[in-house]
């Protein structure tokens, strides 16, 4: 049974939970998307995996609110739950299969049913992902409610430079990858010659928590050579993919964006690391495992390929240990 309420475009509201700490036992059980990437322009079926009910008292009704670019959503029907969507006003007109849109399920409630404390539940729907999407992470804030009225708010966003995994009840978040399409990944600029100078610092990567596609590299770049130089493109066999990222906050939700390169100045040093710009592996071809580590060969303008050891510390790594440094001296030229 489906009832349409109208209401004005939501947003996502920064936490109100900031003050409250969780019992240290709660902080890797938060609500989370079973699949956390997708691709723009499709269909994706969302799995919201909600760990427990309210402390000491079961949930009794749980929102999703749907961000910007999510469009088209449908509940799946729940036993034992009344399932509703609340309609408003998308933030553009959308295209979808030729036919404009421009409101539809902002927000999809259930209620009337039971989730345990000490259970754990899916809430399920699908919706299409815009195309806008691409290279962007999106925010899912779910709230459960309690029969206390001590609701259990994932809302949580990082704000710029916070380690995501810092936040106590983070907002269930999904990545959207651009649709597979090389184009635009030319290597136009590179350079034969070897300015060198670069020299790679404490390069690392966090253990996949569990079985996600996507992973991260950080590293420092130092420059001691006389000219600016650019990292421009990276590879790894542990990835199928590997882009240069940043994170950039938009409307108060922190999106990863695409970027050709990243500068490292002449006599200076640019830190890639968690919350700022970052080596994005999509499409890891097994999870990452503390402890191991992996090639990767970067690629800059003027230096040429360095390939270093990344290794793998824990899902909350903030940095390498430091022991793995790599002179551009022993890089090779590209071609
Ligand atoms: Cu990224």
Redesign the pocket.
């Known amino acids: 049974m489906t009832t349409k309420t109208l209401i004005a475009a939501l947003t996502l509201a920064a936490s109100t939970m900031a003050g409250l700490s969780l019992p240290a036992s709660d902080a890797a059980a938060h609500a989370s998307l079973e699949t956390g990437q997708a691709t723009a322009g499709s269909m994706y079926k969302a799995v919201m995996r909600i760990p427990h009910g309210c402390e000491g008292q079961p949930t009794i009704a749980l929102t999703i609110d749907l961000p910007e670019g999510v469009i088209a959503a449908k509940p799946m029907p729940k036993p034992g739950w009344k399932v509703e969507t609340v309609w408003g006003a998308y933030g553009k007109t959308y295209d979808y299969y030729g036919t404009p849109m421009s409101e539809g399920v902002r927000q999809i409630r259930w209620s009337g049913g039971s989730l345990p404390d000490d259970f754990f539940d899916e809430f399920v729907f699908r919706a299409r992902l815009s195309a806008d999407l691409a290279d962007t992470t999106v925010a899912f804030a779910t709230t459960q409610f309690c029969p206390d009225g001590a609701d259990v708010a994932w809302t949580e966003l990082a704000a710029p430079g916070q380690d995501p995994h810092d936040l106590t009840r983070p907002a269930p978040i999904l990545?959207v990858a651009a649709k597979q399409d090389m184009t635009g990944h030319g290597h136009a600029g590179m350079q034969v010659a070897q300015a060198g100078g670069i020299v790679v610092e404490a390069p690392f990567a966090r253990a996949s928590a569990g079985p996600v596609k996507?992973g991260?590299t950080y590293l420092t770049l130092k420059n001691e050579g006389g000219e600016p130089d650019r990292l421009i493109a990276a590879r790894a066999p542990v990835a199928d993919r590997l882009?240069l990222?940043t994170h950039l906050h938009e409307n108060g939700v922190m999106k990863?964006r695409h970027i050709d390169a990243i500068v490292i100045p002449a006599g200076g040093m640019t830190m890639l690391k968690p919350g700022g710009d970052?080596i994005?592996m999509m499409g890891l071809k097994a999870p990452l495992k503390e402890g191991n580590s992996f090639p990767l060969t970067l690629v800059f303008e003027k230096a040429g390929e360095i390939t270093v050891d990344v290794g793998i510390g824990g899902a909350g790594a903030m940095q390498g240990r430091g022991d793995n440094s790599h002179h551009g001296t022993h890089g090779q030229k590209k071609h």
Do not use: G
Request: avoid cysteine; charge should be negative.
């Open positions: 990545t996507n991260a882009e990222h990863m970052h994005m």
